[in-house]
């Protein structure tokens, strides 16, 4: 393997928490300190700054089922481009994914198709119909990294807790997504004063709060290893910090959209803001933003869902739900940067280093030895978001003809250079 020596880079190291001006070698795929070496390919980062590899928890991959949404290759390319190194994917395929032979097809297309680490997660119920638990023990054997029913809330809860209970047995993660399912259903914005006006079909903030609440119990009473997908409201962070100060083994996550965007973006029933769940006030935005900076939420993620332009050009009630980020990731959580709510460190632990950890992957770091999933990016660098330069299938963004900073300059994976900014 070709050993590189970045120079003149603003490090951006999450597990120290520190940004620092100076160089960093790589050899044989892995961090090899910061000592300049003969044989080195010499990379001069000009000042721009150089940090782990994004690691995306909840990316979904239209393969099985739906290619023409998204592709592997399609994805693999949308998260080089977007400094993304690692995509931890979703089952909620056409079919789930939810045995061990399924999960074999998506770990050997990642290998073929893909330029960065692919890690699928599998469904915890088959089908994720919420009946019958999948084959846990068979599908941690094949790689899944975590068990997932994604948005499809287990309504029955003697049979979430017994899927808790073999899963704590097993020690393997459950993500779940704390909603409650009867008041949330068929549901497109936050109950108040805009989607009255909207005319829109709302569901209380309290149906997040209720859900997790739920969740909690049961992971009391199991012991199992719990993620949150999303946490979008300020009194769920209230229940959130009360389980984590009773030391259970839970964390949490939220999406770039919920973090970046508010109920009013909505505007004129433009689709591309309806996500799962809905965008909420913009106290729960602010909320939500300051939970990620002083680590009450653990982790930040794309959930890039794309859907064709067919699904979104209905009336908003209607329309599918979902947005791609995969592209959109870094330049959005600028914003926060930018806004001065954190430092580059801390937004780097969130996206980076606490994922990585959660999953007990070893990369998220910039310490010698580990891969060399590296992303070189200008935080400062201004641009209008067009939607249609972006390298996804699908197009279906919020961020379109935004007026964005941040730009990624170069992805390298295991040292290897997939991505190169024009």
């Keep these: 393997m070709t050993s590189i020596l970045f120079q003149n880079a603003r490090l951006i190291d999450p597990e120290k928490n520190s940004e620092t001006l100076g160089s960093l070698a790589v050899k044989d795929g892995r961090i090899a300190g910061a000592m300049g070496m003969d044989d080195a390919i010499v990379v001069d980062c000009g000042g721009k700054c150089l940090a782990p590899g994004i690691v995306d928890i909840g990316v979904k991959v239209s393969e099985p089922g739906e290619r023409h949404k998204e592709s592997f290759r399609s994805a693999g390319q949308a998260a080089a481009a977007g400094g993304v190194t690692t995509i931890v994917t979703r089952p909620d395929t056409l079919p789930a994914i939810d045995t061990p032979e399924a999960l074999e097809f998506v770990r050997r297309r990642a290998?073929?198709?893909?330029?960065?680490?692919?890690?699928?997660?599998?469904?915890?119920?088959?089908?994720?119909?919420?009946?019958?638990?999948?084959?846990?023990?068979?599908?941690?054997?094949?790689?899944?990294?975590?068990?997932?029913?994604?948005?499809?809330?287990?309504?029955?809860?003697?049979?979430?807790?017994?899927?808790?209970?073999?899963?704590?047995?097993?020690?393997?993660?459950?993500?779940?997504?704390?909603?409650?399912?009867?008041?949330?259903?068929?549901?497109?914005?936050?109950?108040?004063?805009?989607?009255?006006?909207?005319?829109?079909?709302?569901?209380?903030?309290?149906?997040?709060?209720?859900?997790?609440?739920?969740?909690?119990?049961?992971?009391?009473?199991?012991?199992?290893?719990?993620?949150?997908?999303?946490?979008?409201?300020?009194?769920?962070?209230?229940?959130?910090?009360?389980?984590?100060?009773?030391?259970?083994?839970?964390?949490?996550?939220?999406?770039?959209?919920?973090?970046?965007?508010?109920?009013?973006?909505?505007?004129?029933?433009r689709t591309f803001f309806k996500v799962k769940p809905p965008l909420r006030s913009e106290d729960d935005r602010l909320a939500v933003v300051e939970a990620v900076a002083t680590g009450l939420i653990d982790t930040v993620s794309s959930m890039h869902t794309p859907q064709d332009e067919e699904s979104k050009r209905l009336p908003f009630e209607e329309a599918a739900s979902g947005a791609i980020g995969l592209e959109t990731m870094l330049p959005a959580l600028m914003r926060l940067v930018h806004a001065d709510h954190m430092d580059l460190p801390t937004l780097w632990r969130s996206i980076s280093f606490n994922p990585a950890k959660r999953l007990g992957l070893s990369s998220g770091r910039l310490q010698p030895g580990a891969p060399a999933d590296l992303v070189l990016f200008d935080p400062d660098a201004p641009f209008v978001l067009d939607r249609f330069k972006l390298k996804s299938k699908s197009k279906n963004t919020p961020f379109d003809e935004a007026r964005m900073q941040g730009v990624v300059l170069g992805t390298w994976v295991a040292g290897s250079e997939v991505y190169r900014r024009d």
């Design 111 to 269: 290998n073929e198709a893909a330029p960065v680490n692919v890690v699928p997660m599998a469904a915890l119920t088959r089908g994720r119909e919420g009946r019958e638990m999948a084959e846990i023990g068979f599908l941690l054997d094949a790689g899944a990294v975590a068990f997932t029913d994604c948005d499809n809330v287990i309504d029955n809860t003697k049979v979430f807790s017994r899927c808790l209970t073999y899963a704590a047995s097993l020690g393997a993660l459950v993500i779940a997504h704390p909603q409650d399912p009867v008041l949330s259903h068929g549901a497109a914005a936050t109950s108040g004063k805009f989607a009255a006006l909207k005319g829109l079909p709302s569901v209380s903030p309290m149906a997040e709060r209720m859900g997790l609440d739920r969740d909690i119990a049961i992971v009391e009473m199991t012991g199992a290893r719990y993620h949150a997908d999303q946490i979008t409201t300020a009194r769920a962070l209230r229940r959130l910090e009360r389980a984590k100060g009773a030391d259970l083994d839970i964390t949490a996550g939220v999406s770039i959209h919920h973090l970046t965007l508010n109920e009013l973006d909505v505007g004129d029933y």
